[in-house]
Each structure stands twice: as C-alpha cells, then as structure tokens.
C-alpha cells in the first residue's frame, strides 16, 4: 500500500485526491507542513544518474519532515555487487519506511516492495515507466490549459498532446501514454521510424504515430519534447543533423506550426538538439514549471505512501 512503482496503480480518483493534496500542501505554512512526515525515514536509491527527481523527492521528503539518506551505487556496496534486495533489507533494517527507486532494470520497484514490504516510489525504471513524471506533467498540463483537477474520463477531451523523440527508450512516454488517454487526451507519438518503431510500441491505449513533424505540431496543444537517450542506444547511430533537420523543436517550427501550444520536456534537455533555446525558454514553454510541479507532486506522493490515503 502507498507504493507506487506504475501509473497503473493509481486510479483516476486516487489521482484527483492526489492532486487535491497536492493542493493542500503546496498551500501550508511551512510550520504546518513538516509536522506531516516528521522524524520518519526516506531512502533515496538511486542506481542511475539524476538531478531532478533525486532532488526534488528529496526535497518533498524535508519540506514534510522526514529525514532522508541517499544510496546510489557509484558509493555503496552495490559497486561491490550487493544485490537490490539485500540492499533494500538494509536500508529496512536502517529504519527507512519508505524506498523511492530510481534502476536500470524494468520492474525493478515491484521486486523491491515484494522484499522489502515497504512502500516503494518509482523514480524511474529502465525503459518501463516513470510514474511521478507522469503525474507532475499532469498537473503542469491542467494548471496551463486550465483545465480541472476533479478528473473524469473527458477532462483532456479534444486536447492533443504530442510527444516527440526517442520514443523506444522513453519511460516518461510510456507513462503519458497510459494515463492521458484515460482523460480523454488524444496522443501522438512523433519520431523517425528506428526511435518511434510502430512494431515496438505499445499502441493498445489508442496511440497514434506521426512521422511527419510539422503535421504533428498543427495538432498539438502539447508539445513535449524527449531527448535522445544515447546511453541507451545500443549502437544504433542516429546522424544529429538529419535529426535536427527533421525533429528538431525550433522558434521557427513553434510559431509556423505550434504557435499556441504548450511546450514541455522532462529534461535533461540537450539544447541544440530536440530543442532550441528560443523554444526552451520562450513563453510557450512550462519546462521550468514541470520541475517546480515534481517538488509539489512528490510531497503528495510521500504523503500518500507513509501516512495512506485515510489521512490524506
Ligand atoms: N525528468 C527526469 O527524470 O530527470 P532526471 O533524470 O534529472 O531525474
């Protein structure tokens, strides 16, 4: 209970109350809002590279109280070969009552909450999901369109969101693309055939492909832009200046084709490559909005996970 290793495990309603508690906290006084999780025990374990989720789940954890430790494994005895689960039986041992689980490998969060019994935070797993992703984009796209957070099968309807990239190594796609279209959201995947292959895609919650770029942004009320993933490219070569030439998001494409549309992207973004600066900063943009919602989002989602739904 309280794990949330998919978007699969939250419901359109869990996700309303999420977002109403989102809310609720966002709103306390500081000296409020560290008695919900104070003196309880956050690990953060993080077995890839971030900045963003490990600080700002971090951050959530401190703003509601809780003490954190951060095991990532260029520093542990993970380098020495200690395996997920006895890893995650220390940091239980240690006190820690809740894992947030950022790993290399699909499905890793499921195999440490069935270790472990304790509520697991999926910060990312391998080419599977990044839930939380998924749910701070949500409520960057609700605040901007000005949409409402009481959620129903029709809240995105007739809203299309555009995700364009390296769609094949992309768990943040994934995620989007299980949850938006329970809202009613229309979801073009956008990519050139060997990052945005139709036979490996799953397409089963109605999403379409485009490969032409352009057409794809007359579309759009969300751009959300992905970047290339070379660490997972496996050798495949993708030429940068065909890429840019074909799928690149710049000033010129957004007000030819897109000049209303939101602009997002998870990040890390390589400027220059999926996106220009002009588009990465310009008026269109909420990228730094989807950091500042993560923050929000995740102190929710501790919340959830430590004290449960009932005190919600
Ligand atoms: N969006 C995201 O997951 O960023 P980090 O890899 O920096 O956490």
Do not use: W
């Not at 270790?115 to 992703?133: C, I, K, R, Y």
């Not at 998924?134 to 796209?141: E, F, N, P, Y």
């Amino acid at each position: 209970p309280g794990s949330l290793t998919s978007i699969h495990d939250i419901s359109l309603d869990g996700i309303t109350r999420l977002l109403a508690l989102t809310n609720r906290l966002v709103a306390e006084p500081h000296r409020e809002r560290v008695k919900h999780l104070d003196g309880r025990k956050v690990a953060l374990l993080f077995y890839e590279s971030s900045t963003r989720t490990r600080t700002s789940f971090e951050l959530a954890a401190k703003s509601l109280g809780a003490m954190t430790t951060l095991v990532s494994d260029k520093s542990s005895s993970i380098e020495k070969g200690e395996s997920l689960h006895d890893t995650g039986v220390t940091l239980r041992a240690l006190g820690a009552e809740c894992i947030i689980l950022r790993s290399n490998y699909s499905g890793a969060p499921e195999v440490l909450a069935r270790s472990t019994g304790l509520p697991v935070l999926n910060a990312g797993d391998g080419m599977h999901e990044h839930p939380s992703q998924a749910l701070l984009d949500l409520r960057t796209m609700l605040v901007r369109l000005g949409l409402s957070q009481q959620l129903t099968p029709t809240t995105m309807a007739g809203k299309t969101v555009v995700i364009t990239g390296d769609i094949r190594h992309s768990r943040v796609a994934r995620s989007n693309a299980i949850l938006l279209p329970k809202l009613g959201a229309r979801v073009i995947f956008c990519g050139p055939p060997e990052l945005c292959p139709k036979e490996a895609l799953d397409l089963s919650h109605g999403v379409e492909i485009e490969r032409d770029f352009e057409k794809a942004l007359q579309q759009a009320d969300v751009a959300m832009m992905l970047r290339i993933q070379r660490e997972r490219l496996a050798g495949l070569d993708i030429d940068s200046a065909e890429y840019i030439a074909g799928y690149q998001l710049n000033e010129q494409r957004l007000r030819a084709h897109a000049p209303k549309a939101l602009v997002m992207h998870p990040g890390p973004m390589v400027r220059g490559l999926e996106i220009d600066s002009a588009a990465a900063d310009g008026p269109q943009s909420a990228i730094e909005e989807q950091v500042a919602h993560g923050l929000a989002v995740r102190m929710a989602l501790l919340h959830r996970a430590l004290l449960g739904e009932t005190n919600a």
